[in-house]
């Protein structure tokens, strides 16, 4: 019978399940809602329920599962095995995939999500084509990633590689909406910072194609809507893309100079701007590194939202390597 990996990413508004088999192949992944007033019991009942059905849709009534690994949004401690804090549950101070493990008679696994992220990238993405990778994912905030020599940087207490909340501004700083510090990448640079930043504009520029788009949009507003108003010279939406640009050239400058990394990859809602984003920000940062062989190529991602069910697997096999 062959012998399977379990990876869950969970986040505030899903949960994402996948099944590899023990040759890290896809057997198959799901999506469940996370649902996070349920509690625990409800929602962890929830996921081994998920994972019983992909088994059972592949006709497999009593699976080996060897291990599970699980990404959590906000600070776990890898070494005891148990989440810190985290940013959209309440589930600090345990191992959340413990009960898990012990349904399918598999060792349990718990890490960061952004780090599982972007080992998923690392794995699955660039196919190890790269040992040194940095992930940042632009989306509602900054999760990062990084990978060296093929293995997660964590730093002492797992709480390395926070990169989304390294000091881009001083003078005037605008205050980071999850840690309340002024200045991080974070502030300036999330999905949710554009949002705002566009909004709080947008009386300026009375004419701005925006107020279209939102228009036509029932009144809603999104982050694609600058894509597409710079791609026609909008003003406003070309002055938010240059302020979004100039920060994070900062950031991704700073990470080329920490880490020299052989690539840097964009994820999140804000990498759907493609080259609109990446060609004037490999630009900026030409002049913001110390030497030019600091600078390496800077793609979107490639795996997108399903990375952190990706690396969760990886991590799960790593684990027990």
């Not at 589930?91 to 972007?118: E, M, R, T, V, Y």
């Not at 009144?219 to 406003?236: P, R, W």
């Not at 701007?273 to 600091?294: C, F, M, W, Y």
């Amino acid at each position: 019978m062959s012998a399977f990996f379990v990876g869950i990413d969970v986040g505030g508004t899903n949960i994402k399940i996948m099944v590899m088999t023990s040759d890290l192949d896809v057997l198959d992944w799901c999506v469940v809602p996370t649902q996070k007033d349920l509690g625990y019991e409800k929602i962890s009942d929830n996921i081994i329920h998920a994972i019983e059905k992909i088994f059972i849709n592949h006709g497999l009534n009593d699976p080996e599962v060897k291990s599970i690994g699980m990404g959590l949004p906000g600070i776990v401690d890898k070494h005891a095995n148990k989440t810190v804090h985290l940013a959209y549950m309440a589930w600090n101070g345990f191992n959340p995939c413990k009960k898990i493990g012990a349904h399918f008679n598999a060792p349990s696994f718990i890490d960061n999500d952004g780090s599982l992220n972007a080992f998923g990238e690392y794995k699955f993405g660039v196919h190890e084509k790269f040992s040194n990778i940095v992930l940042l994912t632009l989306g509602t905030g900054v999760g990062c990633g990084v990978v060296i020599e093929g293995k997660i940087f964590r730093g002492s207490r797992n709480l390395g590689a926070e990169l989304g909340h390294m000091q881009v501004e001083v003078e005037g700083a605008e205050n980071c909406v999850h840690c309340g510090h002024p200045g991080c990448l974070e502030a300036y640079c999330s999905g949710l910072a554009m949002e705002k930043f566009a909004l709080r504009q947008m009386p300026n520029f009375p004419t701005s194609i925006l107020h279209q788009f939102i228009e036509q949009n029932r009144g809603v507003y999104d982050n694609a809507m600058i894509t597409k108003g710079v791609q026609v010279g909008d003003d406003l939406c070309c002055q938010v893309m240059a302020r979004f640009i100039k920060y994070l050239s900062v950031g991704v400058a700073n990470v080329m100079k920490l880490f020299n990394p052989e690539l840097i990859l964009i994820g999140g809602g804000i990498s759907n701007a493609g080259d609109v984003l990446l060609k004037p920000l490999a630009e900026s940062i030409q002049d913001l590194v110390l030497h030019e062989r600091q600078l390496c190529p800077v793609e979107k991602a490639i795996l997108g939202p399903h990375a952190g069910m990706y690396g969760a697997c990886a991590f799960a096999a790593d684990s027990i390597a």
